[in-house]
């Protein structure tokens, strides 16, 4: 069984461009979560796609948006970058099939805005 | 999801049983506690969950008192590895797939050897 997983792991953008950050779920799971996570914080939830669909949003502006595809990868896009934005981005593979809402978390992307 | 206070940061002695308390006086009756932790530089990992009874599993312990109000996550015998930040989170566990995780900024657990 494969964990999840994201691309790339550090990226190191200037400030007012674009990021694409990518994560793969794990097998058989639908749903994937996306937090923001700055430094000495604990995550922040961003939004989730539940079969391909947006299905909830935290407290982010719409230049964050993200896809997830039909074998149920999911991208992040964030435009306009702000030097704010700089995080360690993580994302979260979980199933609706499961008894017990437990979310697997990749590695995480490290972004940096200058 | 309701609120949850935890420590900032704790230290144990390498194989001694670390406790890690979590207030939540606010919980309500179909909120589950949860326990996440997340090493340096890795993604949280989940650790165990409960809703009333304590709960055991091979990675720990989860004491909740009977008011629900607060719970403890027992790690039994500590080791170098149990180093990593610890997030109690109230979170109704429902398998809609529709949920987020609220995370706190956690306890900082540090072993010592």
């Known amino acids: 069984e494969t964990g999840v997983t994201q691309s790339p792991t550090h990226l190191i953008k200037t400030r007012g461009q674009q990021v694409t950050l990518r994560c793969s779920s794990q097998?058989?799971?639908?749903?994937v979560s996306w937090y923001q996570q700055a430094l000495g914080q604990g995550p922040q939830f961003i939004f989730q796609?539940?079969?391909?669909?947006?299905?909830g949003r935290g407290n982010f502006p719409p230049r964050f948006s993200g896809l997830q595809f039909p074998n149920y990868s999911s991208e992040l896009n964030v435009n306009a970058l702000e030097l704010d934005d700089s995080a360690l981005y993580l994302c979260?593979?979980?199933?609706?099939?499961?008894?017990?809402?437990?979310?697997?978390f990749g590695p995480g992307t490290r972004l940096t805005v200058l | 999801d309701a609120k949850t206070t935890q420590p900032p940061s704790m230290d144990c002695a390498e194989g001694r049983a670390a406790n890690l308390p979590c207030n939540h006086s606010?919980?309500?009756?179909?909120?589950?506690v949860y326990w996440y932790r997340q090493i340096h530089s890795q993604g949280p990992q989940y650790i165990i969950h409960?809703?009333?009874n304590n709960e055991t599993n091979e990675m720990a312990s989860l004491i909740i008192t009977e008011d629900r109000k607060s719970s403890t996550l027992i790690l039994p015998h500590a080791t170098l590895r149990d180093t990593a930040v610890y997030y109690c989170?109230?979170?109704?566990?429902?398998?809609?797939?529709?949920?987020?995780?609220?995370f706190g900024t956690g306890t900082r657990l540090t072993i010592i050897p």
């Open positions: 979260a593979s979980s199933s609706d099939g499961t008894s017990i809402y437990e979310q697997f």
């Open positions: 097998s058989g799971h639908n749903t």
């Open positions: 796609y539940y079969r391909e669909e947006e299905n």
């Open positions: 606010t919980i309500s009756g179909n909120e589950y």
């Open positions: 409960g809703l009333k």
């Open positions: 989170i109230a979170h109704r566990g429902t398998n809609f797939g529709n949920e987020k995780l609220t």
